[in-house]
Nanobody, 127 residues
């Protein structure tokens, strides 16, 4: 079983940057695809970014492409979301999640596919 803990959220001005981190405890971290999701008040949880087991492939929500970058470090059992040029629409609670995948499987984008979730970290962008 995997436990995930996010950090790095906070208050930032529009146009600024934040780097979210998510660190796992538990075995075989490298067997998991990883994703970042977010949920704004009154809205459903939505996909933001995801990455495959070996980091060779990643995908993004259209509105964050070119601004956000997902990465992972299997030795540190961590995944990161670098967020640049933030705007007010990025305000939400951000969650990292993990899903066990075979080595060649593509990344997953639907929340229901993920098995493990962190507790979330708040990101607030002021305009």
């Amino acid at each position: 079983q995997l436990q995930l803990v996010e950090s790095g959220g906070g208050l930032v001005q529009a146009g600024g940057s934040l780097r979210l981190s998510c660190t796992a405890s538990g075995p075989q971290f490298s067997r998991y695809g990883l994703g970042w999701f977010r949920q704004a008040p009154g809205k459903e949880r939505e996909f933001v970014a995801a990455i495959t087991r070996n980091g060779g492939s990643s995908g993004y929500k259209d509105s964050v492409k070119g601004r956000f970058t997902i990465s992972r470090d299997n030795d540190k059992k961590s995944t990161y979301l670098q967020m640049n040029n933030l705007n007010s629409e990025d305000t939400a609670v951000y969650y990292c999640a993990a899903v066990q995948l075979i080595l060649t499987a593509p990344y997953r984008t639907r929340p229901a596919e993920y098995q493990y979730w962190g507790q979330g970290t708040q990101v607030t962008v002021s305009s």
